[in-house]
């Protein structure tokens, strides 16, 4: 039988290992290659029985008492369970008012669905800029990008970290517009103890299987404070015959995961703060920013690097990146891009096809730009000197590998000379100067 169990148990922290040779250079990684792989979502023997139970009852009571119960969770007014993140983005927007030729402010950095649901509801994203720190949509950014056309602005709570509330919503309101959350990544995500996804006006939220919180394969939600707003999504699922439904199946495994919800973002929490504190130690590494009052989900672990404080201010960050990558991913640690160039410059963004011959784009001409990395000079910098953890901070990354993480990056931070030498031998790009990649 294949079985996701682990052959064996990570050993404890050894401080000998962080001084030794680096696994790039024929050393010992910190994470043995068997032991490298972590599994999520965890399917225990309720599950099971939740999804055995469920096929006695009618399939639509499942999906509404799972969205309900979510709903409740959340604090939303109302919810609209959806096959998938992008679709429950796309009824979000809906919700809120969003029509034909209308402009949506959305931020550079993300994931490309936040921008396709904008085309899908026939709108016309308009990209900006985000925060140095944050690395959400810069309020002053947006503020800066509305037009008597704009009818929404798209926050996106990137890596789970929620975008500046306060004066998003303060903005939207001052100009008449909606505010719409793309909540996908910010699962128990809050601000001022207020969760995410109960924000807006309207929001949409991904539930697939590799989120923090994951349902049984694909599946998502959107949210609507007004049940005006909820009609009308609805009414316009009803008109044009879409089929947005969730499977029951989804509903079913979301509704005993959603039990264990606190128990996955409390373990997160631990392992952020603890790969945090230990960052803080190594010079070269600095861990993601969190503003006062906001509770940061973990979707994804941003680390950023400071090649000043270890002597390697001489080099391009970016090529330093590049070679710390690779010194990680050598002692077993899965560090990544995850994007590598801003959403405006994906092919969708750059060749406007649409649904062809230009549309909705060819509704609203003056909203469109050719956009080059370079006029997001924030995203382009942040792109160019971080690294993410994406899914290694979860339940049930054990705590010793977590340990290992934070022990890996001290040994590749103590080794500038290791850095300086794969920078010199090594024929590095800049981020955006690669194909365009998603994730």
């Not at 996908?184 to 989120?211: C, E, N, P, T, Y």
């Not at 405006?344 to 011959?357: D, T, V, W």
């Amino acid at each position: 039988m294949i079985t996701d169990f682990p052959s064996r148990p990570l050993p404890l922290p050894d401080a000998a290992e962080t001084d030794a040779e680096l696994a790039a250079f024929g050393g010992g990684p910190m994470i043995p290659k068997d032991l490298r792989r972590s599994v999520f979502p965890v399917i225990t023997k309720e599950d099971v029985f939740n999804l055995m139970l469920s096929q006695r009852s009618d399939p639509r009571r499942v999906v509404a008492d799972f969205a309900e119960e979510y709903r409740r969770y959340v604090g939303a007014s109302y919810a609209l369970p959806t096959a998938s993140g992008t679709s429950s983005l796309h009824l979000a927007l809906v919700g809120a008012g969003v029509e034909p030729g209308d402009e949506v402010i959305v931020p550079a950095f993300t994931f490309i669905a936040t921008a396709q649901a904008v085309v899908a509801a026939h709108a016309i994203p308009v990209f900006v800029d985000i925060d140095p720190l944050t690395y959400c949509m810069d309020p002053q950014a947006a503020a800066a990008a509305i037009t008597p056309r704009t009818r929404a602005i798209m926050p996106v709570h990137v890596h789970g970290l929620p975008a500046d509330v306060p004066r998003l919503r303060a903005l939207a309101d001052r100009h008449g517009i909606a505010f719409v959350e793309d909540a996908s990544h910010a699962h128990s995500a809050s601000v001022d103890g207020r969760i995410a996804g109960s924000f807006g006006d309207a929001a949409g939220q991904s539930l697939m299987a590799d989120k923090n919180f994951p349902l049984g394969g694909e599946g998502g939600i959107a949210f609507f404070k007004e049940a005006e707003s909820y009609e009308r999504a609805s009414d316009y699922l009803r008109h044009h015959g879409i089929d947005y439904g969730m499977s029951w199946v989804s509903a079913a495994f979301g509704s005993s995961q959603l039990e264990r919800l606190p128990y996955y973002d409390e373990v997160r929490a631990r392992n952020a703060a603890l790969i945090a504190e230990s960052l803080e130690g190594t010079g070269l590494f600095a861990p993601p920013h969190v503003p006062d009052g906001h509770v940061h989900a973990y979707n994804m672990y941003r680390v950023s690097l400071r090649p000043q404080e270890i002597g390697l201010e001489d080099l391009p960050v970016w090529a330093v990146k590049e070679a710390v990558h690779e010194l990680l991913v050598a002692e077993g640690v899965p560090a990544r891009e995850w994007q590598n160039t801003p959403i405006p410059c994906h092919l969708p963004f750059r060749h406007r096809a649409g649904f062809g011959n230009g549309y909705p784009f060819t509704l609203n001409p003056e909203a469109v730009r050719d956009h080059r990395p370079e006029d997001f000079p924030v995203t382009l910098g942040m792109l160019e000197s971080t690294l993410v953890l994406c899914r290694e901070l979860r339940s049930p990354v054990e705590y010793e590998r977590a340990l290992r993480y934070a022990d890996a990056f001290h040994k590749v931070a103590r080794r500038p000379d290791a850095i300086r030498k794969l920078v010199s031998e090594g024929d590095y790009r800049r981020p955006q100067e690669k194909a365009a990649r998603l994730g």
